[in-house]
Structures are given as C-alpha cells and as structure tokens.
C-alpha cells in the first residue's frame, strides 16, 4: 500500500464515536450493539466494529427513529444453535451425490436474519402514523401517552401539544391520555 493517505481504506470504526453518531448513551450503545449480536474487536485500549456491522448499527437507528422496537437479544437457546452444522438434504438426490451442508452460522448472522424477519413483520407505510392520527381524531379516542409518542416521535408535553397537522390535548379526566384533534390552520 502507498503511503498517500487518499488510498487508505477504513476497515472498522471505533466504538467510542458511535455515541456522537447516533446521539445516545454508552449504555444505550452496548444494548444496539448486543441486539444486533455484534461484539467489537478490542485494539489496545479502543474498540472497533467493522464497516459492514456499523451499516447494520445504521439501519438499526434508522429503525428505532421510525418507531420500531429494538430487536430482542438472541437467546441462550438460540445462541447454542448458532454453532452448529446445517446440512440440506434434497429428496431426489442420485446416487454419488452428498447434500449440501451450510457452514455454521454466527450470532451476528443470525441477528441479522431476525432484524430482517422484524421488519417484514409489518409493511412499511409512510403513511400510517397519519391514518391512526385521524382515525382518532374522527372516532374521538384518547390515546395514551407512550402511543402519542409512538405515532409523533416525541411525547407531547404541557396541556396542549401541536404536530404533523393534530392537536394533541391532555385529557382532564385521565392526565396520561390525549385527545386528537386536527390543528387549526393559522
């Protein structure tokens, strides 16, 4: 490699940057990074993810800002099934011919796979937050704080709050609830 530094690659990312990346704690951090089944590589005193495992921290983000929930940890259970040895057996196979074995899968495969199960879960509509939104606002339903939340991306605060067209007002009855309604045009 020439010592020009326009021709370096970056191979890996330190840890100790992605806090300021994405805005959140160390804590925080660590818990994305477990989900996801992603242990950094330790260089001396530092840390470092590779750049194929911080394009998976970014979709997670990603993710998390449009409201979905983190990933669930991989289990011990599913941990242990991690290692082994798949093999495919096809059920015309001629004799002189073996299966196909799969190597072994590793955590972070498999959090990959079930980050991408999740996300085909439920389809993706730009549009849904704003169908609930009015759904509410027509039908007069109070809906509770943390799904007020869930649906604008921030939790409304004081006794009324304004956003994506509605008017949030806190419910006089039960304070942890809201009532939708559209907000007026100025």
């Known amino acids: 490699m020439s ?13 100790a940057g992605l806090t300021n990346r994405y805005g959140v704690g160390r804590t925080a951090l660590y818990d994305r990074l477990k989900a996801l089944g992603i242990e950094p590589e330790k260089r001396g005193r530092s840390s ?8 998976q921290m970014d979709q997670l ?20 099934h991690d290692h082994r040895t798949f093999t495919e057996h096809s059920p015309n196979l001629s004799a002189g011919h073996s299966p196909n074995t799969i190597g072994s899968l590793s955590p972070s495969t498999d959090a990959a796979i079930l980050t991408l199960a999740s996300m085909l879960k439920r389809p993706i509509d730009p549009m849904a937050n704003y169908y609930a939104l009015q759904s509410a606002c ?8 943390d799904k007020v939340r869930e649906l604008i991306g921030v939790a409304p605060r004081g ?11 806190r419910s006089t009855k039960r ?6 309604s559209r907000q007026p045009i100025d």
């Open 175 to 180: 304070r942890t609830e809201w009532s939708v």
């Open 159 to 169: 006794e009324e709050c304004d956003r994506l067209g509605f008017r949030f007002t």
């Open 48 to 55: 470092h993810i590779s750049n194929s495992q911080l394009d």
């Open 138 to 145: 027509d039908n007069g339903w109070l809906l509770p704080t």
């Open 3 to 15: 010592n020009n530094p326009a021709t370096y690659t970056i191979d890996s990312v330190p840890v």
């Open 61 to 80: 983000d990603l993710r998390l800002k449009a409201g979905e929930p983190m990933p669930s940890n991989p289990t011990a259970e599913q941990t242990e």
